[in-house]
């Protein structure tokens, strides 16, 4: 099984050996480079003084932003048409804030139901607007209607399902905006702008750490927020202030950038996914060849590299798996409380390493029976 990657930095073994691989989806792993340039950071960013109170008045906090902002449209090939804002509140507030600032004069907007976290933002959208669900069929794949952009805002997806690990490899084609919830598998994927209104990503997972959420927004679609949002969430309002209309998040944005840093080094997006693809290959072949104690949840089109969930044949087997794991040095192996059966986060910051360890983990507990 081929897990080696470039992106890696070779752990020695004894480091390996003592090491607990956390799989859990709610906060992806930092790569290990990254980590010792932030603690060194903690001390000195920068030569500007602790990464941990660095005044964001400050010029050296504008130049992070910048930076930060460059880094990512390089990385992620943003055009000049759509901004970067630097936003708090996680994915949840977008909930709200993209029809907040996006409806304008229309009365609709469109949901593309693929799972737990597209539910509960067509729920909060709910409370603006007449929202219209499009049912997703897993046998016929995403056949989204034609909407009349008169009338529907914007037709908003969950590119990856963090609890059921459904992943829309192609996102829909549709003559409204897109509005696209990223947040578990953004830098994983190539984008075409040219279809989205905003997509947005907090950056918990892929990478960074609680506190940032990133909104990329089409520019012609500012100006368009209600007359009660608070500025801090009008998206014209942030973008003509450089995200800085309060004090930004500015350790979460530090370690975002030192991520992004290491990104452009490793080879940028297409490393990055390529990488996801093998790691997330290596687990599926694996469940699959251990059919008869393993299901992986999701169809194979839509099984998402990010979010691997799948059940276990025998619920009797579950506890004893967990257990396994454990004796494998694995944690957070524990599937969504919606879901429920198993989930293997698969980010940006995965090792190899990791990797490794879980496909001997299900091999292991699968041949002992
Ligand atoms: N969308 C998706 C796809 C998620 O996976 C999550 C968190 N698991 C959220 C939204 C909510 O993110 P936050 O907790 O940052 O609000």
Known sequence: MAVSSPTDAPPSAATEANTTFDFSAAAGPLPAPVIERIAAACH??????????LPFS?????E????????????????????VLFLQGGASAQFSL?????????????????????????????????????????????????????RVAYLHVTSNETANGLQLREL?????????????????????????GVAYAAMQKAIGVPGLTVVVIRRDLLGRARPAVPRVFDYAVQSANDSR?????????????????????????SAMSTAVERRS???YRVLESCASAYLPVAPAAFRSRTSICFTLRRVADVA???????????SGLTGHADAGGCRAANYVGTSDAAIHRLCGLLSDFANRG
């Open 64 to 83: 992070l932003m910048r930076d930060t902002r460059a880094r990512m449209c390089r990385v992620l090939a943003i055009p000049e048409t759509h901004d």
């Open 98 to 150: 993209v029809p907040l600032n996006l409806l304008g004069q229309a009365a609709l907007a469109a949901y593309l139901v693929t799972g737990h976290w597209s539910r509960r933002a067509m729920e909060e959208a709910g409370r603006y607007c007449e929202v219209r669900a499009v049912d997703w069929n897993d046998a016929s794949g995403a056949e989204v209607p034609w909407f009349d952009a008169r």
């Open 245 to 269: 209309v309060n004090t930004p998040p500015v350790f979460a944005l530090i370690v975002t950038n030192a991520v992004l840093e290491w990104i452009e080094a490793a080879g940028g997006l």
């Open 44 to 53: 000195d960013w920068r030569g500007c003084g602790s990464a941990l109170c």
């Open 281 to 283: 290959r290596c687990v």
């Open 58 to 62: 400050g010029e050296a906090c504008r």
């Open 320 to 330: 004893r798996f967990f257990e396994a794991a454990k004796a494998h040095g694995i």
């Open 172 to 196: 829909p084609r549709t003559s409204i905006p897109l509005a696209i919830d990223m947040t578990s598998d953004v830098l994983t994927r190539r984008v075409d702008w040219s279809s989205v």
